[in-house]
């Protein structure tokens, strides 16, 4: 861990993005007897603590991880985790470590130099009220993946004691226990339920007991974690589902909405490129020239129902759709393609079959084309430094044989060569009228908990303790706002009675309103489903093979500690079958 901390702890360089001054803080000459004097260094302090969950394997490409669940398939950087292929000396697992013991380490500095700093009580316990909490969050987010570690808190001196970092790893009780000391200090703190729009971004109350909430639940306290979630949706906290699901993920009004209870803050433009990755890893050549090293799964696409809540099914609509030989799917995506002028022919088969697509598409729940570009639908690219709108075909010339398309004759093209699907959730719709200028800086707030989340934990937390009807209500809050047909209101397709039903709604509707946001492998692991459903091959639109997955129920429900560190500390011992 040592070096680790020490590169980053005398090279950083403090911002906050957002509506925050961005000015940057003179962070990389960090003593105590040079900074922390007065309350704007003090600020400008707390304000790179917020800034290090940027950190590309922290949060900064969290969307990547959902490649180790059902909704997605990637490639590249976090292909071992979905392959289960991981070592120790695993580049991003080593990173997580790193990156979240980098921003422990900055929000303990921040605790013991705001405790004696000489500023006015209420700022100091605020800012103090801030730091616990995002310790709080990182040492969760790495006992999530790690299980028990190694526990800092702000008696350690990282000036005075980085080669003594030592400890052994805490239990996970203990772990657990740490963490949710400093959320409940956080909780009896004076922190305040909002802040004006100047400090937007800065953490509140309601998403303090969101993520106590979510602890307990983790941990199966479901008692617990039904208090806090009933307190974050006490209405005195003024949280509201956004009304435009799709809205939620572009850079305007949904992103900064009462629907975020506690997000990463991005920006983009010329002079202000502090945003996350999403569209230079989930976007493709039609964006930016990015990549695709993740793509939604076929898997997704199939889960998400009917407006009307009927289960979708392809035989329906194409018989033979899924035969082994993948004849029909041919037939109906591939277009004829004009050699000459790269331009569709038009050809009474293939229009009546991407009518009936079209159709299809028009009657599914609306969250399926607002998360993921579709055949034969559009979207506004970023070609050549000018906007270009792209249609997603696959092609052939007269003869049937396979045509290319590419991005600067307005067709989407694979990075992979993949036949897959590709996310509109966070991808730039042309630049967003300027917003965004660097394909690695996504100008879009990334949204760590968000209402609709604390409404399906709070239902299944509900479920678990018998209150399923209750649980129902939660879940029919977030099917109205996505305009689809709400669970108990006719058809047997609408049953969910039981707590086994009402669980598989959940485990369903988390698929269908998170997919993208970096959960849904989380959610997998907690709930011991990540060996019954990772085992299998993924299979492209055409059912082409993309990869094989694999998934050790013995080993991969939690991510190994990185060799180095046990190299460096021997007092860390490594997890099962690792």
């Known amino acids: 861990m040592k070096k680790y901390i020490i590169s980053s ?9 957002g509506c ?15 900074f922390w004097k007065t309350e704007a260094q003090c600020k400008q302090g707390i304000m790179g603590v917020y800034a290090s969950l940027k950190n590309n394997d922290l949060y900064g490409k969290m969307f990547l991880i959902d490649i180790n669940s059902d909704v997605a398939v990637g490639y590249d950087e976090y292909e071992p985790l979905m392959i289960g292929t991981c070592t120790p000396r695993t580049g991003f697992l080593n990173g997580k470590w790193k990156n979240g013991y980098d921003a422990i380490q900055k929000a303990n500095t ?5 405790g004696v700093a000489d500023i006015p009580d209420n700022v100091k316990q605020t800012m103090i009220a801030e730091a616990k909490f995002l310790r709080a969050l990182v040492y969760f987010h790495l006992l999530d993946y790690f299980g028990g570690l190694p526990l800092y808190d702000e008696t350690t001196n ?10 052994p790893r805490s239990t996970i009780e203990e772990t657990r226990a740490f963490i949710l000391k400093d959320l409940t200090d956080v909780i009896n703190s004076s922190l305040p339920i909002s802040w004006p729009a100047s400090d937007y971004g800065r953490v509140t109350k309601g998403a303090v007991y969101a993520l106590r909430g979510k602890v307990n639940l983790y941990n199966k306290s479901y008692a617990e974690a039904i208090k806090d979630f009933e307190e974050v949706i006490d209405p005195k906290y003024n949280y509201a589902l956004y009304p435009k699901y799709e809205e939620l993920f572009k850079p305007f009004e949904g992103h900064v909405s009462s629907e975020m209870i506690f997000s990463i803050v991005n920006v983009g433009g010329i002079s202000t490129p502090y945003g996350m990755p999403f569209c230079f890893y989930a976007g493709s050549r039609a964006t930016f020239n990015s990549w695709n090293n993740s793509v939604p799964s076929s898997g997704l696409v199939e889960m998400y129902e009917y407006k009307d809540g009927r289960p979708f099914n392809w035989e329906e609509i194409f018989p033979g759709y899924t035969n082994a030989d993948n004849a029909v799917k041919e037939k109906v995506y591939r277009v004829t393609i004009d050699l000459k002028t790269l331009k569709r022919i038009p050809v009474p088969e293939e229009a009546a079959a991407e009518k009936k697509l079209l159709d299809m598409y028009a009657q599914r729940d609306p969250r399926l084309n607002a998360t993921v570009i579709l055949p034969f639908t559009q979207h506004l690219g970023w070609v050549n430094n000018a906007e270009k709108m792209m249609t997603f075909y696959f092609g052939k010339d007269e003869t049937g044989k396979l045509v290319i398309l590419s991005e600067k004759d307005g067709y989407f093209r694979n990075n992979k060569g993949w036949d897959s699907y590709y996310w509109r959730k966070y991808i730039p719709e042309g630049n967003w009228k300027g917003l965004i200028t660097d394909r690695a800086h996504t100008p879009v707030n990334f949204s760590i908990i968000r209402l609709a989340d604390v409404y399906l934990m709070l239902a299944e937390a509900y479920n678990e303790v018998g209150r399923s009807s209750e649980a129902v209500t939660y879940i029919n809050k977030i099917r109205s706002r996505a305009g689809i047909a709400l669970l108990n209101s006719g058809p047997d397709y609408l049953k969910a009675m039981s707590k086994e039903e009402v669980f598989e709604r959940i485990v369903k509707e988390r698929a269908y309103e998170l997919a993208g946001e970096g959960i849904r492998d989380s959610d997998l692991r907690r709930w011991r489903r990540s060996h019954l459903i990772l085992n299998h091959k993924e299979f492209s639109i055409l059912g082409k093979q993309m990869t094989t997955r694999k998934f050790n129920e013995n080993r991969d429900y939690l991510w190994p500690i990185p060799a180095g560190e046990i190299e460096y500390n021997p007092e860390l011992k490594q997890n099962p079958s690792w």
């Open 9 to 17: 702890f005398l090279a950083i360089i403090f911002i906050l993005s």
């Open 158 to 167: 990282l000036e005075l004691e980085f080669n003594q970092l030592l400890k």
């Open 110 to 114: 921040a605790l013991r130099n705001l």
């Open 20 to 34: 925050y001054d961005l000015d940057r803080a003179p962070f990389d000459k960090p003593s105590s007897s040079t």
